[in-house]
Every structure is written in structure tokens, then in C-alpha cells.
T-cell receptor, first 113, second 114 residues
Framework: GENVEQHPSTLSVQEGDSAVIKCTYS??????FPWYKQELGKRPQLIID?????GEKKDQRIAVTLNKTAKHFSLHITETQPEDSAVYFC????????????FGQGTTLQVKP | DTGVSQDPRHKITKRGQNVTFRCDPI?????LYWYRQTLGQGPEFLTY????????KSRLLSDRFSAERPKGSFSTLEIQRTEQGDSAMYLC????????????FGEGSRLTVL
């Protein structure tokens, strides 16, 4: 089945710097790749997603890139702010009609003021 | 709040006891998922319902785990004869759209087995 690997597990940046989190997936037929943000004690919430027919998507300070050939996708956060501090999870949706997601292990991002 | 709600939010139990968690999805969401999340890990898929039908179960879901969604609305996840390894956050998610798309998560039910 699908397997998603995420790196790094922790990331510390200075406020205003950029942060990049990378994920690889195993099933080349996976077609949907969302990113979730989970603040301490809160529910995971979708921040951006990309489908396999698109190479890049941007939403204000957040962007996601997808390389289908290499089977990896990345989250880019520019001009980081302290409120960006959280755990970020990437996920991939295997080619079934269930809509289930397979998640990476998570990246704890700390933005230092 | 019209989001996904879960109850109880916290449950402490002794090993060997049974526990039941409830999930109320967003109204009209026909797809419902249960995930388990342990400290420092991403959510792990447990099971999936479309309406009242349980269509997929992970190998993680041992015989001690059972999930139901009797009327296609709320769902329950029961763990029998709990073990310390069952300690985790149990997350419920729902969605309406067909195919792939955003899952809306609840706040989770945290289980501690002593």
C-alpha cells in the first residue's frame, strides 16, 4: 500500500525566513496531496492541497510543489511568523474511491521571534 | 459549532476495560473515517464508512476494535479489553465529496490505558 515519508521531523527558523518540508510517496498512482497543520491540542486542518495534474499551487505565503516523476512533493512557507509554529503533516490519497489519506510522520515547525 | 464533534474528549481507563468513542460528522457528510494518532506520529487510518456501510478496515484494526455507523450519521468506535498500547488520540473525520478531497477532522478522543 501507499507509504509517505516526511522530512525533517523538526525545523526551527527565524521569523521572516522561509521553511521547506519535503515528502515522498510510494504509489505512483496516488493523485491527491494535501497538507495539514495541527496546533497543540487542536484538530488537523487543511492548509493547502495539490492534485496530480498540477505541478505547483500557491496561496499567499504558502506554496506546494509536486514532482510526479520523482514521487515527491514539498511545502514552502515564506516570511514565516510565530503563528506558523505547529506540526505539519503531508498526506497522499491512494487510487481508490474511498478518499482516505495516508499521512507522513509530521514536522514540528518552530518560528523564533 | 457545525464541525465534527467527538465524545468524550478524554478517557482514562484500566487495562482490560471496554471503551466507546462517539463521532458526529458534519451534517450531510456521507463519508466518515477513524484514525489513530500517537505522540510524534501522523494519523494512521483505521476504518472508513460510506453512509452506514463499513467499506474498508486497516490491518491495524484488531479483533478488539469494532466500529459502527448504524444510520449513516454518527459513528461509534469500541475497543474491548483495552491494552496499554491502545493509548492514543482517536480522530474522526468526515467529507461529502466523491473521490478525493479535504477531510474535516474532529478534536479527537484521547485514550489513556493504565
Amino acid at each position: 500500500g501507499e507509504n509517505v515519508e516526511q522530512h525533517p521531523s523538526t525545523l526551527s527558523v527565524q521569523e521572516g525566513d522561509s521553511a521547506v518540508i519535503k515528502c515522498t510517496y510510494s504509489d505512483s498512482a496516488s493523485n491527491y496531496f494535501p497538507w495539514y497543520k495541527q496546533e497543540l491540542g487542536k484538530r488537523p486542518q487543511l492548509i493547502i492541497d495539490i492534485r496530480s495534474n498540477v505541478g505547483e499551487k500557491k496561496d499567499q505565503r504558502i506554496a506546494v510543489t509536486l514532482n510526479k516523476t520523482a514521487k515527491h512533493f514539498s511545502l514552502h512557507i515564506t516570511e514565516t511568523q510565530p503563528e506558523d509554529s505547529a506540526v505539519y503533516f503531508c498526506a497522499a490519497s491512494p487510487p481508490s474511491n474511498t478518499g482516505k489519506l495516508i499521512f507522513g510522520q509530521g514536522t514540528t515547525l518552530q518560528v523564533k521571534p | 459549532d457545525t464541525g465534527v464533534s467527538q465524545d468524550p474528549r478524554h478517557k482514562i481507563t484500566k487495562r482490560g476495560q471496554n471503551v466507546t468513542f462517539r463521532c458526529d460528522p458534519i451534517s450531510e457528510h456521507n463519508r466518515l473515517y477513524w484514525y489513530r494518532q500517537t505522540l510524534g506520529q501522523g494519523p494512521e487510518f483505521l476504518t472508513y464508512f460510506q453512509n452506514e456501510a463499513q467499506l474498508e478496515k486497516s490491518r491495524l484494526l484488531s479483533d478488539r476494535f469494532s466500529a459502527e455507523r448504524p444510520k449513516g450519521s454518527f459513528s461509534t468506535l469500541e475497543i474491548q479489553r483495552t491494552e496499554q498500547g491502545d493509548s492514543a488520540m482517536y480522530l474522526c473525520a468526515s467529507t461529502r465529496r466523491e473521490g478525493t478531497g479535504e477531510l474535516f477532522f474532529g478534536e479527537g478522543s484521547r485514550l489513556t490505558v493504565l
